[in-house]
Nanobody, 123 residues
């Protein structure tokens, strides 16, 4: 089974930055996806960003385009999410996700989830 170790959550002021990391292990798929979703209290879980191993393509949810960047360190089996210019609306629990194949915005398309890391943005 795929397992994740998530880290990097914390508390920042609006306009600040955080970098989340997700280290994955236990998978052998030739083509796979590692991505990030987030969920704020009272809201549905939404897609944030996604990385496809097949061609290195990346995707971003509309609210974070231009502010967040996803990248991979293949040697460490780690995907990073660099979050810049954070806004109060970005406050949520961020979850690392995995599936074989290609990116999808739907939460139901993913096989496994990390435990989540909390991001707080406030003055």
């Amino acid at each position: 089974q795929v397992q994740f170790v998530e880290s990097g959550g914390g508390s920042v002021q609006p306009g600040g930055s955080l970098s989340l990391s997700c280290t994955a292990s236990g998978f052998t798929q030739s083509y796979y996806v590692i991505g990030w979703f987030r969920q704020a209290p009272g809201k549905e879980r939404e897609g944030v960003s996604c990385f496809e191993s097949a061609a290195g393509n990346t995707y971003y949810g509309d609210p974070v385009k231009g502010r967040f960047t996803i990248s991979r360190d293949e040697s460490k089996n780690t995907v990073f999410l660099q979050m810049n210019n954070l806004e109060p609306e970005d406050a949520a629990t961020y979850y690392c996700t995995f599936r074989g194949g290609f990116c999808s915005a739907g939460t139901g398309q993913y096989n496994v989830w990390g435990k989540g890391t909390q991001v707080t943005v406030s003055s």
